[in-house]
């Protein structure tokens, strides 16, 4: 009962302030300090969300009609009722919180969005279990979420929804993400979708759990994890609640072209197995991959006459330069690798840095 007057309280005021007040906006990056979130592929979960959140932030905070408040701005645990605690302190109008998804298959890839609500779909459910699974790691759990068992679907199912109208924000929202995601990005759509999560039920505002992929499937962890992608992510994000706040408070904040950049991803050399049969009785199957690791190629990024000294600061910050003295100068060279492919990220790294003519060559 207390909690629906706080509710009813919130939206009332909302109704009658909405035009003469900062839109309220609480960015939450998931797990953090102890809690790690997934690990997988080289990649942790609570390190990307707050990646993600903080660029979100970035963006938003240029617009003098925001009032961003973030659960945690560094590597830190927070509670999951400390989280919601924060919102509903703050009276906020909306409450993201961002986070990667992880399965014991490595086939499953896509983005999605939930809302609060019940599901009868089990891979939902498990992602349910997991996001709510933090609760275990706090102090007094029992006694803070009184018996609340996030791997119980009778206690997960007695979650309720309270107030209709924020159920149907939540979901235009997600449904803005979501098409963000798919029509912008040209991720896989995993759609929005309803879930019983304790940080969405206690929240009283409209409010969303971001799913940006899975870290278990190789090929899209490493979209997630580079630089290019958070920055994706972030652009789309942030555009989806400045479409949000718009509609909600009917006002007419300029909008903008997300800039999308695509991710350097060098793939892995997969090994090249040879069988040898010397003798027609035995096979033995080699990595050639592992055969010879000696680095055969690097970048070169200039030529001089003049003999440079190997720091950073004459090499516009790229480390890792050698040089080769030649007959009338001297070629300057940035990282090396054991195949041309594994030299096309320095590449591209040396062109950011203002070396446009950089190229690959053999290392003789």
């Known amino acids: 009962?207390?909690?629906?007057?706080?509710?009813?309280?919130?939206?009332?005021?909302?109704?009658?302030?909405?035009?003469?007040r900062k839109f309220k906006l609480v960015l939450d990056a998931g797990h953090g300090g102890k809690d790690p979130g997934a690990q997988k592929n080289g990649c942790i979960e609570k390190e990307i969300a707050l990646d993600v959140v903080l660029q979100v932030g970035q963006i938003l905070e240029k617009y003098p009609d925001f009032n961003i408040k973030y659960t945690r701005k560094t590597d830190v645990f927070i509670p999951l009722?400390?989280?919601?605690?924060?919102?509903?302190?703050?009276?906020?109008?909306?409450?993201?919180s961002v986070h990667c998804n992880s399965s014991t298959s490595p086939n499953p890839s896509g983005s999605m969005t939930l809302v609060m609500g019940l599901s009868r779909s089990n891979m939902n459910f498990e992602?349910?279990?997991?996001?709510?699974?933090?609760?275990?790691q706090e102090d007094n759990y029992k006694k803070d979420y009184k018996g609340?068992?996030?791997?119980?679907?009778?206690?997960?199912i007695g979650l309720k929804i309270l107030q209709e109208e924020t159920l149907l924000q939540s979901i235009a929202f997600a449904s803005e993400v979501q098409n963000q995601f798919k029509n912008t990005l040209q991720r896989k759509d995993l759609g929005m979708h309803q879930q019983p999560l304790w940080v969405l039920d206690a929240t009283v505002m409209p409010g969303v759990l971001i799913e940006l992929g899975f870290l278990s499937n190789a090929k899209e962890s490493k979209y997630i994890n580079s630089k290019e992608g958070r920055h994706n992510f972030a652009q789309v994000?942030?555009?989806?609640?400045?479409?949000?706040?718009?509609?909600?408070?009917?006002?007419?904040?300029?909008?903008?072209?997300?800039?999308?950049?695509?991710?350097?991803?060098?793939?892995?050399?997969?090994?090249?197995?040879?069988?040898?049969?010397?003798?027609?009785?035995y096979n033995l199957v080699v990595d050639t991959t592992k055969v010879n690791t000696e680095k055969k190629f690097k970048v070169q990024i200039s030529y001089s006459t003049k003999k440079l000294e190997l720091i950073p600061s004459n090499f516009r910050g790229l480390s890792n330069i050698t040089v080769t003295e030649e007959a009338n100068g001297y070629k300057y060279y940035y990282g090396a690798g054991s195949t041309k492919e594994a030299c096309k990220?320095?590449?591209?790294?040396?062109?950011?840095?203002?070396?446009?003519?950089?190229?690959?060559?053999?290392?003789?």
């Open 345 to 364: 990220k320095l590449v591209a790294e040396a062109k950011a840095k203002g070396y446009t003519s950089a190229f690959i060559v053999e290392d003789k």
């Open 148 to 156: 609340f068992d996030p791997n119980n679907p009778s206690t997960q």
């Open 237 to 281: 994000i942030a555009l989806a609640i400045l479409k949000y706040k718009n509609q909600l408070f009917e006002t007419d904040t300029p909008l903008f072209e997300p800039k999308i950049v695509t991710p350097i991803i060098v793939e892995e050399p997969k090994p090249e197995l040879v069988t040898i049969k010397d003798d027609p009785n």
């Open 81 to 96: 009722k400390d989280r919601a605690k924060m919102a509903n302190d703050f009276e906020a109008n909306l409450f993201v």
């Open 1 to 20: 009962m207390k909690k629906f007057l706080v509710i009813v309280t919130i939206v009332l005021s909302f109704l009658s302030t909405a035009q003469d």
């Open 127 to 136: 992602i349910a279990k997991t996001e709510n699974a933090v609760i275990f």
